[in-house]
């Protein structure tokens, strides 16, 4: 069974930094675009970053500048470097393949105190 595997959240201060992984045990997943979601509590899922299978990435307003996607094709893995973390950042974080969404994984918890 496909799965998408995210880790690396936590408790961390404002102003503080995490780095999210998460594995993807699918096939192709080199020309797949990946994308980073949050889900505030009590509010909707959206999108805060992609990359494609090439490297190309793209940011929302929110977290341009603070946030930086990655992957490694050769591990099937896609991450997240967050910096200058803020309260409104504290969410659930999920990935998944934009264009052709897996399964949704339990996301990684990431809490921002003020």
């Known amino acids: 069974q496909v799965q998408l595997v995210e880790s690396g959240g936590g408790l961390v201060q404002a102003g503080g930094s995490l780095r999210l992984s998460c594995a993807d045990s699918?096939?192709?997943?080199?020309?797949?675009?990946m994308g980073w979601y949050r889900q505030p509590p009590g509010k909707q899922r959206d999108r805060v970053a992609t990359?494609?299978?090439?490297?190309?990435?793209n940011y929302a307003d929110s977290v341009k500048g603070r946030f930086t996607i990655s992957r490694d094709n050769a591990k099937n893995t896609v991450y997240l470097q967050m910096n200058s973390l803020k309260p409104e950042d504290t969410a659930v974080y999920y990935c998944?393949?934009?264009?052709?969404?897996?399964?949704w994984g339990r996301g990684t918890q990431v809490t921002v105190s003020s």
């Open positions: 990359i494609t299978g090439g490297g190309i990435t």
């Open positions: 699918g096939s192709s997943f080199d020309i797949n675009t």
């Open positions: 998944n393949r934009v264009r052709r969404p897996l399964p």
